[in-house]
Antibody, heavy 120, light 110 residues
């Protein structure tokens, strides 16, 4: 069971990135998924959740309207489109598996994260 | 704006017992918030310890236990070991798909 994030990098304020999370070793299409981030030296912050069939999608207020979560079950992949980036979006972004379909605060498998740095 | 509160830091002696708590800036934490707990060492991804208040995740030793104490969720570590020195985060499910992490507690074992 593995989650591998990619797509992070250095971007200017106002810029965009698309983060990806490749899942393997389990039936991806049956699990809800989360994105969680951690700014340098700070705590964890829940960012967004998506149900297994993409029927339910949720965002933290801090990213609503700027970030878009999506998934492609045929490709075993989770995505986070991050737009209108701000300095405060600088963080390591983790994807995490949600084993109970609706209980989004319980995550049992985590990736190692991908780093997004927003700076001019 | 709901704030989930945790002690910023705590220390415990090797072999000792420590209880970390997770509260709300307004109101009480109950099982209805399905509190979960995660352990994180610097530079590493979080590790799941406890979910739905008191259920240990697979492979987590029974030295770690979760509960509700008064108006807060609690994580108790008994027989603390040096490799328990980590950051500990609780996260509450607020309903409507929203989860909120606490600020984390840095635990020192010394």
């Amino acid at each position: 069971v593995q989650l591998v994030e990619s797509g992070g990098g250095l971007v200017k304020p106002g810029g965009s990135l698309r983060l990806s999370c490749a899942a393997s070793g389990f039936t991806f299409s049956t699990y809800s998924m989360n994105w969680v981030r951690q700014a340098p030296g700070k705590g964890l912050e829940w960012v967004s959740s998506i149900s297994s069939s993409s029927s339910y999608i949720y965002y933290a207020d801090s990213v609503k309207g700027r970030f878009t979560i999506s998934r492609d079950n045929a490709k075993n992949s989770l995505y986070l489109q991050v737009n209108s980036l701000r300095a405060e979006d600088t963080a390591v972004y983790y994807c995490a598996r949600v084993p109970l379909e609706w209980l989004f605060n319980y995550m049992d498998v985590w990736g190692k994260g991908t780093t997004v740095t927003v700076s001019s | 704006q709901t704030v989930v509160t945790q002690e910023p830091s705590f220390s415990v002696s090797p072999g000792g017992t420590v209880t970390l708590t997770c509260g709300l800036s307004s109101g009480s934490v109950s099982t209805s918030y399905y509190p979960s707990w995660y352990q994180q060492t610097p530079g590493q991804a979080p590790r799941t310890l406890i979910y739905t208040t008191n259920t240990r995740s697979s492979g987590v030793p029974d030295r770690f236990s979760g509960s509700i104490l008064g108006n807060k969720a609690a994580l108790t570590i008994t027989g603390a070991q040096s490799d328990d020195e980590s950051d500990y985060y609780c996260v509450l499910y607020m309903g409507s798909g929203i989860s909120v992490f606490g600020g984390g507690t840095r635990l020192s074992v010394l």
